[in-house]
């Protein structure tokens, strides 16, 4: 039995009222200060914890938990700049919608602006970037902290997962002595004795968060309702979506109610599934959606739109330049419309607004539904023709060949791009996962590691050398944890997405300041953390290796050499034939 102290037993409550809120995982960075949270936790019978050696690693770990699993994976971490590391994964979380819960131990108050070493300003250090948070009072025998320690435990729970998920911050102060006492404290004793809802909780969450659904009036829907019957080519937008928030039958069930076809971007978990085989769900449209191709279609006059912005900035101007009245379906009444077009921000849960809907109407096909199923049809036939060997052609192979179920994580870049353009939309469940909240790089094979944490079913990640290189670090959790991922390293030795800008122009100070490459033997990698590393320059030879790995039982990586002029010249050869064969088409 722990002998506690006044600091063992406020961690003790902390890591009782995660659990019995539903808590069932939690990560851990080592430090002195944060003692008192890390034995409470590695204690607890009913949280599995994964430590860290770095707190960026553990940052998006827990990240990539939440994105797949739509809970959080609490952080615990020291006091100093080992909160500052944790600052990206909580700008991601913010941005991506992720419920994100970080415990930061601290110094107590009379330590700061002393002088004292590993004490920085940690209170609202991320105030721009978090839900809520609060620092803790210092840990007293007092049954008021106690009550309030339990109910800020509830709180934060109820921010972090509330309408608008997201990240929140609990900062806890500690004054020595940090570890469990020798011998027992009798004023410890004495305040469990006499304040047991205080030092012991309930036997449940010390306050209990009963959720509900966000709709509208009756009055709106009719109106909404008259909008859309008075449409005569509406179609459906689905961008970047959390896998636990967005229903694919819902949305599905309403595009076959309205006639309508869905444009659904890869990470909004509508453009993989079962319901393909009954709605009209397009994928290629990056390519297609070109004036060139567009100008004697029928426009849009309605668009309905869930999710984030897409990440095809050609679908972002085509929605943009039709002139539609675009209703932007969003369940926390807050924009993500980044081409400041959308006519009415309708604030309820996207779920509920498609069913609803959906019951009030039974249209057919409109005549923008027929071009869409014809050009993407037609798409798919020019890409199954085409010989080349490219970066696209990876992506696409890698959603061609994943076992059914698979969590797929995607890295920003160019991937997440050639994801978009070449991942064709299939029958096949898959749940695709990126980090497009911030859309950074850091972080991307850290998130991808809590994924495959979080699933029982195969776990891909697709990135780039760059943002491979960058969380090396994080490859540790791989063994640490036992964990299973393949991992595709597409390497074209810096940073290939740049081709697309018109610095790429500018010679030596392109390569130098842009492209930067790093020359290095990544196979290394592999050597120090002891898992299988094969590496591919030819199409034929990527596919055998994928289909070994799947086969096998273990983690490895793929690496695909790739020369990033030549696939960039790939991509727009690739875009011309579309643009002749398509347009002979229409």
Not at 99 to 123: C, F, K, W, Y
Not at 549 to 575: G, M, T, W, Y
Request: net charge negative; aromatic share 8%; with cysteine.
């Amino acid at each position: 039995m722990i002998q506690h102290n006044v600091n063992t037993l406020w961690g003790q409550a902390i890591a009782d009222e995660l659990s019995l809120a539903g808590i069932t995982h939690a990560c851990i960075t080592p430090g002195g200060r944060s003692a008192p949270l890390t034995l409470a936790l590695l204690n607890h019978p009913a949280i599995h914890t994964y430590v860290h050696l770095d707190e960026r690693s553990a940052g998006f770990f827990a990240l990539g938990r939440a994105k797949l699993t739509g809970v959080p994976t609490p952080v615990v971490c020291t006091s100093g700049t080992a909160v500052a590391n944790l600052h990206p994964s909580i700008v991601e979380a913010s941005l991506s919608r992720t419920p994100m819960m970080v415990l930061t131990a601290d110094r107590p108050s009379e330590l700061l602006h002393s002088g004292s070493n590993q004490t920085i300003l940690q209170d609202n250090i991320f105030s721009n970037t978090i839900n809520w948070g609060r620092t803790l009072p210092e840990p007293e025998l007092t049954e008021r902290k106690f009550l309030s320690l339990r109910s800020s435990i509830s709180r934060s729970l109820s921010e972090c997962m509330g309408i608008r998920p997201g990240p929140v911050h609990l900062n806890v102060p500690f004054k020595k002595p940090l570890v469990p006492s020798e011998k027992t404290d009798e004023s410890v004793l004495d305040f469990i004795n006499s304040n047991s809802i205080a030092a012991r909780g309930r036997s449940h969450a010390y306050t209990q968060i009963t959720s509900g659904l966000l709709i509208l009036s009756e009055k709106n829907i009719k109106r909404i309702s008259d909008t859309i019957s008075q449409s005569k080519n509406g179609i459906i937008v689905v961008g970047p979506s959390s896998p636990t928030s967005l229903s694919a039958s819902s949305i599905s069930d309403l595009s076959i109610s309205l006639g309508f076809p869905i444009l659904a971007d890869p990470l909004s978990g509508v453009r993989f599934g079962k319901h393909i085989d009954s709605a009209l769900v397009c994928g290629g449209y990056d390519s297609y959606i070109n004036s060139t191709i567009t100008q004697s279609w029928t426009k849009p006059d309605l668009i309905i739109r869930f999710g984030a912005a897409p990440i095809s900035i050609a679908l972002q101007n085509y929605l943009k330049n039709t002139g539609a009245y675009e209703f932007l379906v969003d369940p926390t009444g807050q924009s993500r419309d980044p081409t400041f077009f959308s006519s009415e921000l309708v604030t309820c849960d996207p779920n509920w607004f498609c069913n609803t809907i959906s019951n009030n109407f039974n249209l057919p096909p409109n005549d923008l539904f027929q071009h869409l199923s014809s050009t993407e049809s037609n798409y798919w036939k020019i890409f199954s023709e085409n010989r080349s060997f490219f970066e696209g052609t990876v992506a696409h192979k890698v959603l061609e060949f994943a076992p059914p179920n698979s969590t797929i994580t995607i890295s920003n870049s160019m991937p997440i791009r050639d994801v978009d353009r070449f991942g064709m939309p299939s029958t096949k469940d898959m749940i695709l996962i990126g980090n497009r909240g911030a859309s950074g790089i850091d972080g991307v094979t850290s998130t991808s590691l809590g994924v495959a944490s979080a699933s029982t079913n195969q776990a891909i990640l697709l990135i780039g050398d760059v943002a491979y290189y960058h969380d090396i670090s994080g490859l540790l959790a791989l063994n640490k944890f036992d964990l299973k991922l393949i991992i595709i390293e597409i390497n074209n030795n810096g940073g290939g997405i740049f081709y697309r800008l018109p610095v790429s122009k500018y010679g030596p100070s392109f390569t130098e300041g842009f492209q930067t490459p790093h020359n290095l033997d990544l196979s290394h990698v592999s050597n120090l953390y002891g898992f299988d590393f094969t590496r591919v320059s030819t199409l034929q030879d990527f596919s055998n290796s994928y289909a070994n790995a799947l086969e096998e039982d273990n983690s490895c990586i793929i690496e695909v050499i790739s020369d990033p002029i030549k696939s960039h010249a790939s991509r727009e050869q690739f875009q011309n034939t579309v643009i002749e064969k398509l347009q002979n088409n229409n």
